[in-house]
């Protein structure tokens, strides 16, 4: 291997092992600030093909932030890269969460972290504030393109539509849009890319469907049968944390009885207060349940079918953009995708900035914020650095006897 490729390599495995150790705030924040590092920094990739990624990323199962930094990692450095650069954002928040789930088995407790995290939390409003202004700008290309995206928005927002299928029928929808002037384009590729959609949308019911059928309820769970749990899991999660924590409520507390629900409850608890991906609540589930093995088999389940699917993916999305048909449907997701980010973005910003009850606005949390802000947005100050600042910030407003 040449000098180039390894220095290519350590250059990804230090990149995103600090964002794996700051990277609070959910996959939104975690692609603010990937996107800040890859494209802003480094000038990995252009801003519309991170854009491109984020679109096509957004359609298929797994956590999104993750598979955005095995993209980064492929496209930087190839196969080595993406294995580099993936295991390098997931490890810290495996080895953090591993390690609390030993605190947690061997003392019955968790620590006591809501100081810190409330002074890091308007930080992370900050970061996807700076991330989605730059994104839009390269988004929001047309006055169509604006329209798709409120309409996502609305369907979001007001019709409470899962997140794929909003961004499917804005792909789908504002592909046809785009580009029914284009007379010369054969309509062929259009029944094409919509008969495709579908079909991945039926193999995505069979398949969840298939995931939830039983098994059996065993007091000591074999490791294979906890690895192909989590495989499940990995396979077909669309949706993020919150579609986690029910399949996790229905199956391995309801239907197996492999946790209780304390048990349940705590392992999410760590999943929230922990940096990195919020899958890496199976580290803590596995340990809980069969110790370090179980926590390596159950880490491993769910994170490698994001592996796989990116590897798959990538080589295509300059395929899709070469079409005219297919770059419109891009474009369309890629637009849909940062409507997303909005609604995101807003329900992030009023659990963060409000309290509940008089005055009903936490002026400390605004202030933090809006000073992260125009630090990340007017000086370019690292986002690794604001963190420290807002955690700083917290620890001392909790001495002060000031916080929620």
């Not at 580009?179 to 019911?205: C, E, F, V, W, Y």
Request: include cysteine; hydrophobic fraction near 55%.
């Amino acid at each position: 291997m040449s000098n180039s490729a390894l220095s290519r390599l350590s250059e990804l495995a230090q990149v995103f092992c600090k964002l794996g150790v700051i990277g609070f705030g959910g996959p939104v924040a975690h692609i603010a600030m990937i996107e800040d590092e890859a494209v802003k920094r480094r000038q990995w990739l252009t801003r519309e093909h991170f854009l491109d990624l984020i679109g096509a990323t957004n359609l298929i199962p797994g956590p999104n932030s993750t598979e955005m930094a095995i993209h980064v990692g492929y496209i930087y450095a190839g196969w080595l890269g993406l294995i580099v650069a993936g295991v390098s954002f997931i490890l810290p928040a495996v080895l953090i969460t591993g390690f609390f789930a030993w605190i947690y088995v061997n003392y019955g407790t968790l620590p006591q972290v809501s100081p810190v995290l409330y002074g890091i939390k308007p930080v992370v409003l900050a970061v996807v504030i700076n991330a989605l202004w730059g994104l839009g700008k390269k988004a929001v290309k047309t006055r169509k393109l604006l329209l798709i995206a409120v309409a996502v928005v609305i369907l979001l927002l007001v019709l409470k539509l899962n997140e794929v299928i909003a961004l499917l029928i804005g792909g789908l929808l504002g592909m046809i849009w785009l580009r029914s002037g284009d007379k010369n384009t054969p309509p062929s590729q259009q029944a094409h890319l919509i008969i495709a959609s579908l079909t991945t949308g039926a193999t995505l019911k069979a398949t969840v469907a298939s995931a939830a059928a039983a098994t059996s309820n065993l007091a000591n769970v074999p490791l294979w049968q906890l690895g192909w749990f989590f495989l499940k899991i990995g396979s077909v999660l669309f949706g993020g944390g919150f579609v986690l924590i029910a399949f996790l409520q229905g199956e391995l507390v309801g239907e197996y009885g492999w946790l209780t629900q304390q048990q349940l409850l705590d392992a999410i608890a760590i999943g929230q207060f922990t940096p990195g991906p919020v899958l890496s609540t199976a580290t803590f589930i596995g340990y809980v349940i069969a110790g370090i093995p179980g926590a390596i088999i159950s880490t491993a389940g769910i994170f490698l079918p994001s592996f796989i699917f990116t590897a798959l993916l990538n080589p295509l999305v300059p395929r899709l953009r070469a079409s005219k048909w297919t770059s419109a449907f891009l474009d369309a997701v890629n637009v849909s995708a940062v409507a997303l980010m909005v609604v995101v973005t807003l329900q992030l910003a009023v659990a963060t900035l409000s309290l509940p009850k008089a005055p009903y606005l936490d002026f400390l949390a605004v202030a933090i914020a809006t000073i992260a802000a125009v630090l990340a947005i007017r000086f370019r100050i690292n986002a690794a650095w604001l963190v420290l600042g807002g955690a700083v910030v917290g620890a001392i407003a909790a001495l002060l006897g000031y916080g929620r």
